[in-house]
C-alpha cells in the first residue's frame, strides 16, 4: 500500500530535510515515527528537499508499507511519535503511479522580510530581518525579468547536482504588507538554492544597491559568482505543490497564502 502525507515543519533547528551524517533532520523523525505505526522500517520520498533552517507550511511524501491502518491512525500515530515542531497535516491512499517528487507539476514558495529597524524577537529564524526600507516597487521591476522559462546558473549553488539549469517561473510577486515585504514565487521544480539566490539579488535591488535590470543581468550572465549574496533561510517556507487530477483532489491541500505572513 503506498499512502501520501501532508507534512508541516518549523526547519530553525534542523539541517534541512534529506538525512545526513551529521546534525538533526526532519526525514529521519518521519521515518522513524511511520515506522512505529508500521511496525516495519518505512522509507519516505518527499516533493522537494528543503535547506537548513527552511520551514515547510506542506511537505507532501510517499511510503510504501504493508500494514493496514486508516488515515487517521496514520495522522495521529504518526504525530505522536514526532517532536512537537514536525506534525502530520493530513494522510492519503494513493496508487503505486503516484510519486510525491515526479507526479509534481509545480512547487509553490513564500520568502518573508521583516522590514524595519528592530530585529524580530518572536519571530526570530522564523523570518529574514532587513532593517534598510525596502522599495517594493523595483524590487518587482526586477522580479518580471526572471519569469518565464530560462537558465537559471546564476541563481543556483556552485554544489547544485541539478544536471540541467532550465526551470520555468510561472509566478514571482513582491508585496508589502505593513513591516512584511512576501516574495511569492512558482515553478515547475527549483534548483538548490535558486529561491534564496532569487531573494538576495531582490533585496540588493530593494536596497538601491542595483538598478532593476541587475537580476535580468545576471540571469544572462550564467555565472552564479555574478549573483551576489544568497538570503539567509529562515524565511523561505515551502508552501504547496501541485499535482495533477486525480491526486490533487485526493489532498486536502490549503489554498496559497495571501497577505501577510502573520498579522503583527
Not at 37 to 54: F, I, K, L, Q, Y
Given at each position: 500500500?503506498?499512502i501520501a502525507l501532508g507534512i508541516e515543519y518549523a526547519g530553525e533547528h534542523y539541517w534541512g530535510w534529506q538525512i545526513q551524517p551529521k546534525g538533526l533532520n526532519v526525514q529521519r523523525y518521519v521515518?522513524?515515527?511511520?515506522?512505529?505505526?508500521?511496525?516495519?522500517?518505512?522509507?519516505?520520498?518527499?516533493?522537494?528537499?528543503?535547506?537548513?533552517?527552511?520551514?515547510a507550511l506542506e511537505q507532501i511524501v510517499h511510503a510504501d508499507v504493508t500494514v493496514q491502518r486508516t488515515r487517521r491512525s496514520w495522522r495521529l500515530g504518526t504525530n505522536a511519535n514526532l517532536p512537537?515542531?514536525?506534525?502530520?497535516?493530513?494522510?492519503?491512499?494513493?496508487?503505486?503511479?503516484?510519486?510525491?517528487?515526479?507526479?509534481?507539476?509545480?512547487?509553490?514558495?513564500?520568502?518573508?522580510?521583516?522590514?524595519?529597524?528592530?530585529?524580530?524577537?518572536?519571530?526570530?529564524?522564523?523570518?529574514?530581518?532587513?532593517?534598510?526600507?525596502?522599495?517594493?516597487?523595483?524590487?518587482?521591476?526586477?522580479?518580471?525579468?526572471?519569469?518565464?522559462?530560462?537558465?537559471?546558473?546564476?541563481?543556483?549553488?556552485?554544489?547544485?547536482?541539478?544536471?540541467?539549469?532550465?526551470?520555468?517561473?510561472?509566478?514571482?510577486?513582491?508585496?508589502?504588507?505593513?513591516?512584511?515585504?512576501?516574495?511569492?514565487?512558482?515553478?515547475?521544480?527549483?534548483?538548490?538554492?535558486?529561491?534564496?539566490?532569487?531573494?538576495?539579488?531582490?533585496?540588493?535591488?530593494?536596497?538601491?544597491?542595483?538598478?532593476?535590470?541587475?537580476?535580468?543581468?545576471?540571469?544572462?550572465?550564467?555565472?552564479?559568482?555574478?549573483?551576489?549574496?544568497?538570503?539567509?533561510?529562515?524565511?523561505?517556507?515551502?508552501?504547496?505543490?501541485?499535482?495533477?487530477?486525480?491526486?490533487?483532489?485526493?489532498?486536502?491541500?490549503?489554498?496559497?497564502?495571501?497577505?501577510?505572513?502573520?498579522?503583527?
Open positions: 500500500m503506498r521515518e522513524a515515527a511511520l515506522s512505529k505505526v508500521a511496525n516495519h522500517p518505512v522509507a519516505v520520498v518527499c516533493a522537494g528537499r528543503t535547506d537548513s533552517g527552511v520551514h512537537q515542531d514536525i506534525s502530520i497535516l493530513w494522510a492519503q491512499f494513493v496508487d503505486e503511479e503516484f510519486h510525491a517528487r515526479f507526479s509534481a507539476q509545480a512547487r509553490h514558495y513564500r520568502y518573508v522580510i521583516l522590514n524595519r529597524p528592530s530585529r524580530p524577537g518572536l519571530l526570530a529564524k522564523r523570518v529574514t530581518w532587513e532593517h534598510q526600507l525596502l522599495a517594493v516597487e523595483q524590487m518587482q521591476t526586477a522580479a518580471n525579468y526572471l519569469i518565464g522559462t530560462h537558465d537559471f546558473t546564476s541563481y543556483r549553488a556552485v554544489a547544485c547536482q541539478a544536471k540541467n539549469p532550465i526551470r520555468t517561473v510561472s509566478r514571482l510577486t513582491v508585496s508589502r504588507f505593513d513591516e512584511q515585504v512576501i516574495i511569492d514565487i512558482s515553478a515547475n521544480a527549483f534548483l538548490h538554492h535558486m529561491v534564496r539566490n532569487i531573494a538576495g539579488v531582490l533585496i540588493t535591488i530593494g536596497r538601491g544597491e542595483q538598478p532593476p535590470e541587475w537580476a535580468h543581468t545576471v540571469l544572462e550572465a550564467k555565472d552564479r559568482r555574478k549573483g551576489g549574496v544568497t538570503a539567509p533561510p529562515y524565511g523561505l517556507y515551502f508552501c504547496r505543490i501541485d499535482y495533477p487530477a486525480p491526486y490533487q483532489n485526493l489532498f486536502p491541500q490549503a489554498p496559497l497564502p495571501k497577505g501577510p505572513f502573520i498579522n503583527l
